[in-house]
T-cell receptor, first 111, second 112 residues
Framework: DQQVKQNSPSLSVQEGRISILNCDYT??????FLWYKKYPAEGPTFLIS?????DKNEDGRFTVFLNKSAKHLSLHIVPSQPGDSAVYFC??????????FGSGTKLNVKP | NAGVTQTPKFQVLKTGQSMTLQCAQD?????MSWYRQDPGMGLRLIHY???????DQGEVPNGYNVSRSTTEDFPLRLLSAAPSQTSVYFC???????????FGNGTRLTVT
């Protein structure tokens, strides 16, 4: 039973527009959330994180929003660039650094 | 700074063979873990370790063994390979929680 779900396998966005990637979770004990980006034939690389005591965290073009009541996490990329095309995974933990990952969303940013 | 290094990058095994996937990190991280990535399933935790001499099971531990004799190394052993273990395997490490995981570049394993 997946505790972290990404229901959109793919997303296509025009360069310069906003990309919004979504993630839902079921475990209310999760206290730390991450987004990772993955290119083919490489390992996932850390993008941005948020603690459960916050509802927003920004880092340049990337913003993560956390809605604890809805158990929903989202990643906003503004403006989107062709180099952002990759698979994005959300992840969450509640114990040590045992992270549970979603199934990923493949983002395609069209020039 | 090498980070997390995984070897080999690719491996083909026959059913029933055993092998060890190597993982080493040079960041003095206490926490290390193994994930497998399958299409539509994301990354699933196989085993993890919170320090030398301490290991525990993740979500999908069956068919795999681990040990952690040093801080740097965390090998993953397949005891008797099965086609269901065909996957891409990622090793990851991190300092004490809460911290992001640092991933290696993966080992692509095919079991025929």
């Amino acid at each position: 039973d997946q505790q972290v779900k990404q229901n959109s396998p793919s997303l296509s966005v025009q360069e310069g527009r906003i990309s919004i990637l979504n993630c839902d979770y079921t475990n209310s004990m999760f206290d730390y959330f991450l987004w990772y980006k993955k290119y083919p034939a490489e390992g996932p690389t850390f993008l941005i994180s948020i603690s459960s005591i916050k509802d927003k965290n920004e880092d340049g073009r990337f913003t993560v929003f956390l809605n604890k009541s809805a158990k929903h996490l989202s990643l906003h990329i503004v403006p989107s660039q062709p180099g952002d095309s990759a698979v994005y995974f959300c992840a969450a933990k509640y114990n040590f650094n045992k992270f549970y990952f979603g199934s990923g969303t493949k983002l395609n940013v069209k020039p | 700074n090498a980070g997390v290094t995984q070897t080999p990058k690719f491996q083909v095994l026959k059913t029933g063979q055993s092998m060890t996937l190597q993982c080493a990190q040079d960041m003095n991280h206490e926490y290390m873990s193994w994930y497998r990535q399958d299409p539509g399933m994301g990354l699933r935790l196989i085993h993890y370790s919170v320090g030398a001499g301490i290991t525990d099971q993740g979500e999908v531990p069956n068919g795999y063994n681990v040990s952690r004799s040093t801080t740097e190394d965390f090998p993953l052993r397949l005891l008797s390979a099965a086609p269901s273990q065909t996957s891409v395997y990622f090793c990851a490490s991190s300092p004490r929680h809460p911290s992001p995981l640092h991933f290696g570049n993966g080992t692509r394993l095919t079991v025929t």
